[in-house]
Each structure stands twice: as structure tokens, then as C-alpha cells.
């Protein structure tokens, strides 16, 4: 059952390159086609094109297939070319003419894209909720361990004095940096295409503003030519957000991979969450970050991928855009899964204590006995030659008494004023 079907036979081997996997992906498009074709009968009803009994019907149809789709048990038989066709037939298969006539004033083009649109949106929303779940687990370890202070490293070298505060908060900060890409990519994917048709707009009186309300929808895609050159750039944006985010994720894992090793040994993973070797007995592997690091990084790949499949197209719908479905869709849900196991795994992460009193590390307080004799007179470069000299000849004794006072630093984490980003994002953004 095709859609575009006017009776003409397709070659078997076309079809089944054409096709490719539009059943299995379109799964993930089924609820948001669903709720566009709901919001297209309200619409036909209003403007005249299909009675009120019709749309009562189609109502009643879609509703029906929307609770399929809830509880697993909705399908695309291989009869079928793709979800729209599948949900098409059901409609007339249940209620006849009405079937029929929900495609009116409606081509494929729009109706793709008004349900990629939907599920792109609802999307970025989703990984929002989530990720400030994240930002909030890290906010409460950053509070718990601010006075556990560890080694920070420049060039995989000891530096500094840091603490475990500032790590945890410092990866909460950047993921709500990252959510404004996603803030970006929502604008994008919140703006409703249905009734641009197959690009050209359409000679019945259709209200696109009502659709608009019906799903949801923050804005319409205004010119029909610009509507249908949403397709590829929304994807792109998405995968830009997610690039973005997997970047932080993947320095975060690459962070807790060497602190969980016997060398450095800052962390410790419960035994549960390790694997262990086939043929040495001690060991404990930190296999669940060292594979949300791959992943992560494999993810950066989607903007170039999803790039390089659509450059030098030009406007108006081409069949490359059905690419997009694999290239994208999977590795969405695999981020999803990512943040779930980061979500389980970083609150069960236990804190090794009192680091910074081991003796390999007491070049990490030079700079503080620099300050200290800054603080008596000494000129900077003067104090820095002095303290130089003293650890080239074995006199150096560190200074471990500090206090920091500035805003971000060990003894001022400024975690009231993270929390007032988080407070301020969730206040203004449309993503919550």
C-alpha cells in the first residue's frame, strides 16, 4: 500500500531500495503522525472538507492507533511503504470515504516533515529534562565533596591543589552551556510545516495557525518553500546539540577512566559496575565509561555525516532526505540511553579522601608558597626563582595552608550562583 499509488507496478528491487528501512525507523515518527493527522482533520472539518461525522470518526481511528502505539503493539507490515501509508489504510480500511479524504490539502512532503518536526522537538525536550537531572546530581556531589581536595593536572602533570567540588561543578556548568544548542535546535524543530503541502501551499482554505495550536507548535513555517527547506536543517541542529553535549560527556568519561586507575585511584566505581579480565583476577575495569567515551566520540560524527549527505541540494523535497532517518534516529536514542547510565552511575561514584597528602604530590603547592612570600614583600618573578630553585635542590617544603576567596575557586565553589543559571535556564527556556 503506497500513498502515491496510482496503479502503475513498481520493480521488487526498486521498491525494496526505496523503501529501506522506513518501517522500522518510521516507528519512532508513529505517535507524532498520529497527532498531526488528528490536527489536519480538526482543520479539514473547519474548513468545510470533511463533515463532523468524518472527523468524529478519523478522531476515533487515530485515537485507536494512538493507544497501539502506547502499548507496543502497533506495526508496519511489509504490505506497507512506511507509517503514513500504514495509518492512511487503517483509517479507510475502518470508516471508508473518511479514510480517504484525510490526506486532502496535505502531500507527503509536509506530512514527513511535520512529524519529524514533532518528534524532534519533543525530542530536545526530552533530553533537556533529563540532562538537568544530571546538572543537579553533579550540583549535590559538588556540595558533598568541596572540602575533598585532589591534584588538578595541565599537560597529564600534577599542577595545582583542586578539589572534587570544582570537578563536579564544573561539568554541571558546561552541560547547561550545551543545552543551549539544544535551546537552538528546538526553535528550529518548533515551527509547523503541515500546509506547505509538497512546497507549493495549497488552493483550499486551510488554517495553518490552527494547526499549529492543535500540535502544539510555538510558530508556522510561514513561506511553504521555506517550510520544506526545514527538512535536513532541523536534523542538522539536532545533531549540532548532541555533538555539543557528547563532547562534555566524552571528556567527563576520559576524566573518570584515569581516575579510576590504580596510578591516580581519585575514584571508585562499585564492584558491580566493573568488569573483569579472562585471564588476570584482579582486575576491575571501568568498561561503562571507557564505552559512553566511544560512543560519545562516534556521536561528534552526526553534523559532518549528516552534512556531507545533503550539501549542494537545493530547495524543495529530494529523496536523499529519507538518509537522514537512519543516520539519525538510532543514535538519538542511543544519547538518550547514555545519559540514563551516567544518570545511574555518577551518584554511586565513591570519593577517595586526603590525596593531596601524599608525597608525590606536594609539588602541587608551589604556587601557594609563591603567594605565601608574595604576601611578605617578595616581588612574583623574585618568588618564583626562589621556590624554583628550592624544589631543583631538595629544599622545598610545601605550604599547604591556603584559603581561596574568589568566585569558582576551591573555597568558593559558587554553586548558589550555578544553581541560579539552572533556576534562570528553567525560567526562560521553552525546553522545560
Known amino acids: 500500500m503506497k500513498i502515491w499509488d496510482k496503479g502503475i507496478a513498481v520493480d521488487k528491487k526498486i521498491e525494496q531500495f526505496t523503501v529501506g528501512q522506513d518501517r522500522e525507523l518510521d516507528l519512532y ?10 490536527a489536519q482533520a480538526t482543520m479539514l472539518t473547519q474548513a468545510g472538507l470533511i463533515s463532523q461525522e468524518e472527523n468524529e470518526q478519523l478522531q476515533q481511528g487515530l485515537e485507536e492507533l494512538a493507544a497501539q502505539i502506547t502499548e507496543g503493539r502497533f506495526t508496519i507490515e511489509k504490505e506497507f511503504e512506511d507509517v503514513h501509508s500504514k495509518i492512511e489504510f487503517y483509517l479507510t480500511e475502518k470508516f471508508g470515504d473518511a479514510g480517504k479524504k484525510i490526506h486532502t490539502a496535505r502531500s507527503r512532503n509536509d506530512q514527513v516533515l511535520t512529524a ?21 546530581v553533579l550540583l549535590h556531589k559538588a556540595d558533598a565533596h568541596q572540602a575533598d581536595l585532589m591534584p588538578g593536572y595541565t599537560h597529564f602533570q600534577a599542577a595545582m591543589p583542586s578539589s572534587f567540588g570544582l ?7 558546561h552541560l547547561l ?6 535551546e537552538a535546535a528546538h526553535t528550529v524543530a518548533d515551527q ?34 521555506g517550510a520544506q527547506m526545514l527538512r535536513g536543517k532541523t536534523e542538522k541542529t539536532v545533531a549540532f546539540a548532541v555533538a555539543g553535549m557528547a563532547a562534555t560527556l566524552a571528556k567527563m568519561a576520559y576524566d573518570l577512566v584515569l581516575y579510576n586507575g590504580q596510578d591516580m585511584a581519585f575514584v571508585e566505581l562499585p564492584k558491580e559496575f566493573t568488569t573483569g579480565s579472562s585471564i588476570m583476577p584482579h582486575k576491575k575495569n571501568p568498561d561503562v565509561f571507557e564505552l559512553i567515551r566511544a ?27 529519507q538518509i537522514l532517518k537512519e543516520l539519525l534516529f538510532e543514535p538519538l536514542t542511543q ?12 551518584p554511586q561514584l565513591k570519593i577517595k579522601p586526603d590525596l593531596l597528602n601524599q608525597a608525590k604530590y606536594d609539588a602541587t603547592f608551589t604556587v601557594e608558597n609563591i603567594n605565601q612570600l608574595i604576601q611578605s614583600g617578595t616581588p612574583f618573578r623574585t618568588a618564583y626563582k626562589q621556590v624554583g630553585l628550592a624544589v631543583e635542590d631538595g629544599s622545598y617544603v610545601p605550604h599547604k595552608e591556603f584559603q581561596t576567596t574568589h568566585l569558582g575557586s576551591i573555597h568558593n565553589l559558587g554553586l548558589e550562583e550555578i544553581r541560579r543559571k ?7 527556556s521553552k525546553l522545560f
Request: charged share 15%; aromatic share 12%; glycine share 8%.
Open 29 to 38: 515518527l508513529a505517535q507524532f503522525d498520529v497527532q498531526a493527522s488528528r
Open 116 to 136: 519529524i518536526q514533532l518528534f524532534l522537538k519533543d525530542y530536545t525536550e526530552r533530553v533537556a529534562g533529563k540532562t538537568l537531572e544530571l546538572v543537579n
Open 167 to 173: 570537578w563536579f561543578s564544573a561539568y554541571a556548568e
Open 177 to 182: 552551556l550545551d543545552l543551549a544548542l539544544f
Open 192 to 225: 509547523n510545516p503541515l500546509g506547505s503541502g509538497a512546497g507549493f501551499g495549497s488552493s483550499f482554505p486551510i488554517d495553518r495557525q490552527l494547526t499549529t495550536r492543535q500540535m502544539g507548535f510555538g510558530n508556522v513555517a510561514v513561506s511553504s518553500v
Open 295 to 321: 560512543r560519545c566520540n562516534a556521536l561528534q560524527a552526526l553534523p559532518n555525516t549528516i552534512t556531507l549527505t545533503i550539501s549542494n541540494l537545493p530547495s524543495g523535497y529530494h529523496r536523499d532526505f
Open 335 to 346: 544519547f538518550l540511553d547514555i545519559l540514563d547510565i551516567v544518570l545511574f552511575a555518577l
Open 422 to 428: 539552572v533556576e534562570q535556564l528553567k525560567g526562560s
